[in-house]
């Protein structure tokens, strides 16, 4: 039987030679990876070369849409980007909203591979079977929201564009991709992007997508659509967008990590609360491409200092990020902030805690405002934090120093910084304090692209207290925490590979997946066959990263969660012990039939079919 | 009472559920160039569907009017295209004002899907209503589609 949905092939484009090929692929490979992520990370596996320099030409960007990227699936429209990360020297992949992944797939190909370097500022056009490498000496410069403007009057307003902003050309390790003003923000993929001279990905796709039966696809985006319009978060999310939980993270849960993770509680929080702030600043709602529940918010500031702000945010993660870790609860200028890192293409959650870093420091004197040029202090968070952020995107003085993260700000710095950097693998950590949520400690070590809340999403059931078919998880506790960590892991492989949202993971969870996935595709799977495939794309990302020889040594929380208590709150007095964290990696590495070193076992590979 | 397709720019998210939703329906497959409505988006603060209006928006009937071989006709207060006498020329897609009469082998146009429009079923920020014609809503997207050329 052939298969429906996908196009069947798989574009390589080399910078270098500026020559293009599209490979096809047959249903044993979609079986073996579906899609999505699990396309992008076989590309990266099997197409770096041992020890290549991220920043190298060896290094290869892999793209792919998800299996339900094009298709009415609610929230089904995500597509991921890999690549041996800058930051970290591991596999990363970082999936966005914006819609090029289906674009891609209407252009003829599932998955893009990118490898090479062009001579000169550059941009890749491809308008279905039309693949060139064009100038781009005009783009070059520009920012995120330029680039596509400049693109779109040029190839007109149907292309889709991705791109970097002055931040992935300045190579900086927390350099993002962007797409909609959506970003692909993590681990630093834009700097491999700029490392290639690559300013933009644009693309044309008028070809059909075909699915195995459109009628019953139809019937079940209109089933989820009621589901949807019932949920509760449904109309939380469309009101406040993802802060919508920030409150309750603060006053029952006391995790919202506050001043580089000195405090676990931010006092001001009302400030940043989009329960308050919502009603004035939102003027309307967004979306990802094919999502029926829509948390992006148009955020306009109409007056003031920070007049003409107009961003897709604020997002819970940037209120963490640029709001309380850097103790900055003037909203206005959180936009700011993130409109700077958007449109200079930084991580807002990289840059944000870069900067509640260096405000610590300069908190402990290790920093003074002689070495920074001004007060980068709590009590100036308004000021100092877009200042900073504007001056880390064009690597201009201090910003300089923090332009590529926190690891590497500490090595620089010296003077005892790095006892204040918190990472895991050289990745700055989402807006979950850890210490008071064990499991989700133990997925920030075992993450493979360094501290992440979604490769695992371990944050949900920890808070939640039940998740799939768990009861009654306790987030003080470590026990069963390394399997749990370890399948969740597999969960989300298969929801980054078939395009959809994390947030619907409570809509759809695994068992639904099949008989979307079977309208679409022919393809028939079990829940258990689709964790197999979560399992082996998991397990290609640890057997890379060993190969790198990052292991478990290179996974360890950093000292502020092993050391220092949770100072005050519902949380209070809670940290994670070094036996703790230990126990729980030990566990992992059960559960994963992994070696206690972290690299998995020639066996388990041999068993997931990983060549 | 006659019933249309409004569109509520102010509503719309630029998610483009509906595009895929009309083009599943009248032909089981995905391709936003044959939808017969089109949601644009330009930059981060303008997302809006551009649907059929059937030409009670104005009643200038542009494409009835403009069609060389009078293969557009109108019945009920619906234009629909004569497959027969279609010759594919093109002009009816120059002159339509929003920019939703297609082409592909023929001209072809929003049906309503015989009076339960696809579309607003999928629209969960109801930026496209099925309802009374609601002329103040066409000229929003007239002058929005005229900001971008």
Not at chain 1, 578 to 592: F, Q, S
Not at chain 2, 17 to 27: L, Q
């Amino acid at each position: 039987m052939k298969m429906k949905g996908y196009t069947g092939k798989i574009l390589k484009v080399d910078l270098t030679t500026e020559k293009s090929h599209a490979r096809p692929f047959d249903e044993k490979h979609a079986r073996k990876y579906l899609g999505g992520q699990g396309f992008a990370v076989e590309i990266v596996y099997h197409g770096v070369p041992k020890g290549a320099d991220p920043l190298g030409p060896q290094n290869v960007l892999a793209m792919a849409g998800g299996v339900f990227d094009g298709f009415p699936v609610g929230t089904g429209g995500k597509v991921a980007f890999a690549a041996k990360s800058p930051a970290t020297n591991t596999l990363a992949e970082s999936i966005m909203g914006g819609s090029i992944g289906p674009e891609l797939r209407h252009a003829g190909y599932d998955a893009l591979e990118i490898v090479g370097k062009a001579e000169s500022p550059s941009y890749l056009y491809i308008e279905n079977e039309r693949i060139e490498v064009k100038d781009a000496a005009d783009l070059w410069g520009k920012d995120t929201r330029q680039v596509p403007e400049m693109l779109k009057k040029r190839h007109g307003w149907d292309v889709k564009v991705a791109c970097i902003g002055v931040a992935g050309e300045k190579l900086s390790k927390i350099a993002s991709i962007d797409c909609d003003d959506r970003q692909a923000g993590r681990a630093g993929l834009g700097a491999v992007m700029g490392s290639k001279n690559l300013k933009a990905i644009v693309i044309r796709g008028t070809n059909d997508l075909v699915p195995a039966e459109p009628k019953k696809l139809l019937g079940i985006a209109f089933r989820y659509q009621k589901i949807y319009e019932a949920a509760p978060s449904f109309i939380e999310d469309t009101k406040y967008g993802t802060g919508e939980f920030l409150g309750w993270i603060n006053k029952e849960k006391g995790v919202f990590p506050t001043r580089n993770f000195q405090e676990s509680v931010f006092a001001e929080r009302e400030k940043i609360d989009p329960y308050y702030w919502a009603p004035k600043y939102v003027t309307k709602n967004k979306a990802c491409f094919a999502c029926t529940k829509p948390c992006g918010k148009l955020f306009e500031v109409k007056s003031g200092k920070f007049a003409g702000v107009a961003i897709d945010g604020i997002e819970y993660e940037t209120l963490y990020s640029l709001g309380g870790a850097c103790g900055n609860s003037d909203v206005e200028s959180v936009a700011r902030a993130n409109e700077l890192c958007d449109l200079l293409g930084m991580d807002t959650i990289s840059a944000g805690v870069t900067i509640g870093f260096a405000m610590e420091l300069m908190q402990r004197g290790i920093i003074t405002e002689k070495d920074v040029g001004f007060k980068l202090t709590w009590d100036n968070a308004s000021d100092a934090v877009p200042r900073m952020v504007e001056m880390m995107g064009n690597r201009r003085g201090f910003g300089d120093v923090l332009a590529d993260g926190v690891k590497v700000a500490a090595k620089k710095i010296g003077k005892g910084a790095e006892r204040y950097a918190v990472h895991t693998k050289g990745l700055e950590p989402p807006a979950y304090d850890v210490r008071g949520m064990k499991g989700h400690g133990l997925a920030y070590m075992t993450s493979t692209r360094g501290a992440c809340h979604l490769r695992a999403g371990f944050y949900a059931p920890e808070l939640v207290g039940k998740f799939w078919k768990w009861e009654g998880i306790d987030r003080a506790s470590t026990a069963n925490k390394g399997f749990m960590v370890s399948q969740t892991e597999n969960f989300m492989c298969v929801y980054d590979s078939v395009g959809l949202c994390k947030f619907s993971r409570g809509f759809y969870l695994i068992a639904k997946l099949p008989e979307v996935i079977e309208a679409i595709t022919g393809l028939t799977f079990t829940e258990d066959e689709l964790l197999k495939i979560g399992e082996r794309i998991h397990n290609m990302k640890g057997a890379f990263n060993a190969r790198e020889g990052v292991t478990r040594k290179d996974w360890l929380l950093p000292p502020r969660i092993l050391q220092d208590p949770i100072p005050e709150g519902p949380s209070k007095g809670q940290k994670i012990s070094v036996e703790e964290m230990n126990t729980m990696l030990d566990d992992y590495m059960k559960a994963r039939g992994w070696t206690m070193d972290g690299v998995p076992t020639p066996e388990k590979l041999k068993e997931l079919d990983i060549d | 009472m006659v019933k249309m397709l409004v569109p509520y720019p102010e509503n719309c998210t630029g998610c483009r559920f509906c595009e895929m939703a009309c083009t599943i329906y009248h032909d089981g497959k995905i391709n936003h160039a044959d939808a017969r409505l089109q949601v644009h988006r330009r930059g981060v603060k303008v997302d809006f569907p551009s649907v059929c209006t059937h030409c009670v928006s104005c009643g200038e009937d542009c494409c009835v009017l403009h069609c060389p071989v009078e293969a557009i006709k109108k019945k009920d207060g619906m234009v629909y295209v004569d497959q027969e006498e279609c010759t594919a020329c093109g002009e009816c897609v120059e002159v339509c004002p929003f920019g939703v009469m297609r082409m592909e082998e023929k001209a072809f146009n929003c049906d309503l899907c015989g009076g339960s429009p696809t579309c607003v079923k999928f629209c969960p920020m109801k930026a496209i209503v099925y309802e009374e014609p609601k002329p103040e809503q066409y000229e929003k997207v007239k002058k929005l589609l005229a900001v971008e050329e």
